[in-house]
């Protein structure tokens, strides 16, 4: 996985990172996420292709439907949560 | 009053004295009252934050008061340093939570002025009392909004497949998932009902394999898993969670072990589990279902080819090793699954369209006359009829009738040529023509080796086989596989 800082420089990867964080349990599609998250869906699309590259997101596949989940990863999961917190100042 | 309520009244007004509407509020009252700064007293007429107000008030020696409204809406004080402070209650019902002061006014203010500003800071209040409820309805929606957008996605993605293998993997796999677990099983009752059989075992850190003892059958009323199945009664504990799958009777359980963040698991995503396993067993329900249409379908056909074998022995149906070669090329290709479905069903019967043909004709050695070949076009649509009203072969059909046509446009009975000929029948059109060559029978010319037969296929792409089935075609016969689909030719 890349620098987390430099995965939440790119304004759509944060508000995916901040939104799973907040909502580990959630799977949902491009659209449903864009639509928690109020950003554009193509950003969003583009940040979770970025993001499942570096295994932060997960994908799942069928013929129809690409849905999105946050990484079981514990320590990347450990991780992100570390940064959130320097990162809203707390 | 109890300390908690104290706790939630002193909560609220300091959130309200953060509030935007205050802000608001305190911007416009800041042009009525020129000049004065504004604090925040609790019920008790303590500052909230000591430095903003009148120094005198932040000591608390302020207490001169002047006069008060008959209700108590608001009151004026003379503070040590002998200017005037304006005070309004912030109530909600008959509770005082707090008061908010302006001080240092350089006069009285009028009453006009006094009506005003509480006239405000009552708008400045409902405001904030709305702004409150959005956050707690958002709060509370939100969370459930999207727990239900999740149950939709996955709805979606358990509808997506037929194949119980593919789909049991992939409960289990969304499970682990939602219920952020390190761990997942899922079981299913077999036939007799007395057994529990694990379908699919999922740990986060290793791969488990069938071999493995968790793959063992376990005896109904035996284990966590084994009690849910005979009680039909969810177990919900700090490290798993097991919940039946359920629907007239039940038919298997599914369970999430140990989060991955070691926290214990909660209400909320036990209601999801439940949730996911709803919709799980109407997906194993339907793929079962699917799974009972194939084998009834498989059975039709079998039986079929059996009458048509009786009339004539291998005329009609074809060897083991041409239906697993079509299905091998198929799965080269990577045939989408139900065109690989149709393309077996079409493989059991492929030469129904010689049932009306002559057996003279059929049987003869050597090349056909033009007046023979006619005739087998001509028949092979008339034969297609027998098996025209069976639904579930509607499909197969025109792989069934196309499967004689060349590449090259050269071949019967439409005379289709490249893409225009259906894929399935496309691969069967290889499958055949390499039967025919390494197999030993009267009527289908002399039989060549396997590598020349290869060769032959290989030469004639382009011109009677379609070039990517041979790529894909050759590509099988490279894969030690082979041998087993030649079986004993090999």
Redesign the interface.
């Known amino acids: 996985m890349k620098n987390i800082k430099s995965l939440f420089k790119n304004e759509a990867a944060r508000k995916i990172l901040l939104f799973f964080n907040e909502n580990p349990n959630c799977i949902d599609t491009v659209k449903g996420i864009s639509l928690w998250i109020n950003g554009d869906i193509n950003a969003i699309q583009k940040a979770l292709n970025q993001l499942v590259k570096e295994g932060v997101i997960t994908s799942h596949q069928t013929a129809s439907t690409t849905a999105y989940a946050y990484t079981n990863n514990k320590e990347i999961v450990k991780k992100i949560e570390k940064y959130i917190k320097i990162f809203k100042g707390l | 009053m109890s300390e908690s309520e104290i706790k939630e009244k002193q909560g609220f007004f300091i959130r309200f004295s953060k509030s935007n509407s205050i802000s608001v509020f305190r911007n416009l009252c800041s042009k009525i009252l020129k000049k004065s700064r504004c604090a925040f007293l609790d019920a008790e007429y303590k500052p909230l934050k000591r430095g903003s107000e009148c120094n005198h008030l932040s000591t608390g020696k302020y207490l001169a008061r002047i006069k008060s409204s008959p209700s108590r809406e608001y009151m004026i004080f003379k503070c040590s340093c002998n200017k005037i402070c304006l005070s309004f209650p912030v109530m909600q019902g008959s509770s005082v939570y707090g008061h908010v002061l302006f001080a240092h006014l350089n006069k009285e203010p009028d009453k006009r002025v006094i009506d005003a500003v509480r006239i405000c800071m009552d708008l400045a209040l409902k405001e904030f009392q709305k702004e409150q409820e959005l956050n707690k309805l958002y709060e509370t929606i939100r969370?459930r909004a999207?727990?239900l957008?999740?149950i939709h996605?996955?709805h979606?993605?358990l509808s997506?497949?037929l194949d119980m293998d593919e789909l049991i993997e992939?409960i289990a796999?969304?499970t682990?998932?939602?219920?952020?677990s390190?761990h997942c099983s899922i079981m299913l009752l077999d036939e007799s009902k007395r057994h529990l059989i694990p379908k699919a075992v999922i740990d986060?850190d290793k791969e488990i394999p069938k071999t493995d003892p968790q793959y063992k059958k376990i005896k109904l009323g035996v284990r966590q898993e084994g009690g849910v199945a005979k009680n039909g009664e969810t177990i919900f504990l700090r490290n798993s969670v097991c919940v039946p799958l359920v629907e007239e009777d039940i038919i298997g359980v599914i369970s999430a072990r140990d989060k991955?963040?070691g926290a214990p698991f909660d209400r909320?995503?036990l209601e999801?589990l439940i949730t996911l396993a709803e919709q799980a067993v109407i997906a194993i329900k339907n793929a079962q279902m699917y799974e009972e249409q194939e084998r009834m379908a498989y059975g039709s056909i079998k039986t079929l080819a059996a009458l048509l074998d009786a009339k004539s022995p291998n005329t009609f149906t074809h060897s083991d090793q041409f239906v697993k070669m079509v299905l091998a090329i198929a799965e080269e290709m990577k045939l989408?699954r139900e065109d690989i479905a149709n393309l077996h069903y079409a493989a059991l019967l492929p030469d129904t369209g010689k049932f009306s043909i002559p057996d003279e004709i059929l049987r003869k050695p050597g090349s056909l006359s033009n007046r023979e070949y006619d005739i087998i076009k001509k028949q092979h649509l008339e034969s297609l009829k027998i098996i025209e009203h069976l639904e579930f072969l509607k499909p197969a059909m025109p792989i069934i009738r196309h499967h004689h046509e060349r590449y090259d446009g050269t071949g019967y009975p439409d005379g289709l040529k490249g893409d225009k000929i259906p894929a399935g029948a496309r691969v069967m059109s290889v499958a055949n023509a390499f039967e025919a060559m390494v197999s030993a029978s009267p009527y289908k010319g002399k039989k060549i080796s396997i590598p020349q037969a290869i060769k032959e296929i290989e030469n004639n792409k382009g011109r009677q086989f379609d070039p990517e089935v041979v790529y894909a075609f050759i590509g099988v016969t490279k894969k030690p596989e082979f041998k087993n689909i030649l079986g004993a030719s090999a």
Do not use: G, Y
């Not at chain 2, 682990?176 to 952020?180: G, K, T, Y």
């Open positions: 969370p999207i727990a957008s999740t996605t996955i979606r993605l997506s497949t992939r796999r969304l682990l998932q939602v219920m952020r390190r986060m991955i963040n909320f995503e999801i989408p």
